[in-house]
């Protein structure tokens, strides 16, 4: 029996599946889809230090990352320039993959950590091509991918990139299961109206 909080139930607040996590991605996933609309490719900025930046859509720069409480710098690209008057910076760490969006005030250059990233990263995609074509010529026929058929008016609503797609299955997956909770609170509470019925 699935349990459904309410106030007379005697279950905690702590008890309730917090879904806090997942409206912030979705929060975020929207902020850059706008970001990425905002069509900016490159945005001067003057920082604390006096210094004017340029800072360009594709261009590199030295973005925080924040991990358990702490921030650390790492060489990173910039992918978009949008938010709020376009000073927020959609990136993609070197090397890592990782993305965040950062305020143009906490990007910095560092041309040699940048110059040490790039050539790490370079470095890597070359491994990765070589292990890649070992494999292709080494391994046995592959296994197909197969996957449903998709139903015949969706694809013209596919979506366009990867982080698209990643917004779309984050969303219905959270309303997958919201509408299942509902669903299962219905039944139960249904079932416990014909029980004390008897």
């Known amino acids: ?3 459904v909080w309410s106030a007379d139930s005697g279950m905690e607040v702590e008890d309730v599946w917090d ?6 991605m979705y929060e975020q996933s929207i902020q850059e889809v706008h970001q990425q609309v905002s069509g900016v490719k490159e945005k001067k900025y003057t920082g604390e230090d006096g210094k004017t930046y340029l800072w360009k859509v594709g261009g590199n720069c030295m ?20 938010g709020k008057d376009d000073h927020e910076v959609q990136v993609t760490f070197l090397y890592y993959g990782n993305q965040t969006t950062a305020h143009m005030k906490d990007l910095w250059l560092n041309e040699e950590a940048i110059a040490e990233a790039v050539a ?6 070359k491994v990765g091509k070589k292990v890649k074509n070992e494999q292709g010529t080494n391994s046995s026929t592959p296994i197909p991918k197969m996957a449903p058929p998709i139903p015949p008016n969706i694809l013209a609503m596919a979506p ?4 698209e797609a990643l917004s779309s299955m984050l969303m219905s997956w959270y309303m ?4 299942t909770g509902y ?5 139960d509470l249904e079932e416990q109206g014909e029980s004390s019925d008897d």
């Open 1 to 3: 029996m699935t349990n």
């Open 160 to 163: 366009a990139d990867k982080q």
């Open 120 to 125: 790490s990263e370079k470095k890597q995609q």
């Open 176 to 179: 997958s299961g919201y509408h």
């Open 19 to 24: 879904d806090t996590d997942l409206i912030r």
């Open 63 to 82: 973005a925080p990352f924040e991990e358990n409480g702490e921030t650390s710098y790492y060489a990173a690209t910039i992918d978009s320039i949008g």
């Open 183 to 187: 669903y299962q609170a219905m039944s």
